[in-house]
């Protein structure tokens, strides 16, 4: 009742302007902005008998038919209709039940969103683990090793690990590409890390190929980068089959997937195409990355979403290549596109916005808008805006080289 009186307080002020037309104004012109006046009034009434539609985490709905943040549990949640008769949606990220249609409110992106009771049965809850990611990052580092059997009992984190193949293969930039399988009884794990990029001449291939080439169908759904796809098949094509006895012969053993830069984008194309391909279950499976690049568009980061709920990206402070290849945006510093084909990051960014980065530091889990691209965390303007600052972009360099304290890409040197 309040609703319709406040709706028709509104309506009120409006029948009068109709007389008062000014003389100097068209009669058409006029005629255009009054729709357009009742136009804004009739949104203005949908908001508002609907507010939990963009609220539905702060406002007590009007309509019962809206209460989805009521609902407590995935199933009722996903039983009970929301304001546009669809069901509500249970958010694995939160879990919380939000309304359909509740961008602000609801962390999770579509593809996360669970929407059917029978799937409640098979949700999986990120986690992040900060020991588990410092483990992850000496992984990512003895990558860079020419022969990781060499160096693999030199990182105490994970010395437990045995390696079981390295594949190296030249790849485009006159550098190499490489990965490797190893598996920990200690650690119940197996472990599968890439290389990230060798050097300069590599990164400027690399971003060749992202401004001449377009992007490539992925076979798990959407396109990516089709340097990141090249050197992701030539790697894997040798190196799977190693994994995949892995699992069948450790069915319960957690499969970790990681690498960082270059390697970070082979982590995310690996763990998206084992688990589009059932080799493991989604609750089996973890990926951290450092330092991710880009990979793909919305649509391959949405099905990474799907496919991979335990993923979380590690970025750094100013770690400028996480911004790479850019995404598309209005102006700098305004929200990244979604609906466009450039490229868009998948989930989970863990962000450290401190140059100094131990396992102990603290760090913010980004679920701000837009999904995946918060503009909280390190694509905030005012963080990522230091690299063009006067010695600026050599710390930024900086933080991408270093997380936890490792130099990641020359650790192996020193060990």
Known sequence: M???RSVSAITSLLPPLVNATPKFISESAFNMAFS??????LLLCLVVVNDAWLFSRRRRPLIRIVRCHSKKTCVSCANHRSWSGQPCRWCPRDNECHAHGAIFANPCS???NIVSASACNSIVTPVYDASLAFKMVYLSALAYADNVANYINRAKQVNSFRLVRQVTKSCRGNAKCSGFVAVSHTERAI????RGSEHFDQV???ALSILAVPKVRFQAGGKVQKYF???FVLIWNQLKNDVHSQIARYPHYK???TGHSLGGALASLSSTVLLHESRTSKSNLLMYTFGQPRVGNYQYALQHDRLVPISFRVTHYRDPVVHLPFCKTLLPGTPCIAYTGAPYHHGKEIYYGKEEMRPSSSYKVCQGLPHNE??????KLSVWSKCFKPGGFKKCVNDHKNYFGVNVGIWWYSA
Do not use: H, M, P, Y
């Not at 472990?191 to 890439?194: K, L, P, R």
């Open 204 to 206: 400027k291939a690399q």
């Open 229 to 231: 796809n090249d050197a």
């Open 36 to 41: 357009f006046s009742w136009l804004c009034v």
């Open 255 to 257: 499969v970790w997937v």
């Open 110 to 112: 579509t593809t996360e």
């Open 191 to 194: 472990a599968v890390s890439f």
């Open 374 to 379: 918060d503009l909280g965390c390190s694509n």
């Open 2 to 4: 309040n609703v319709l």
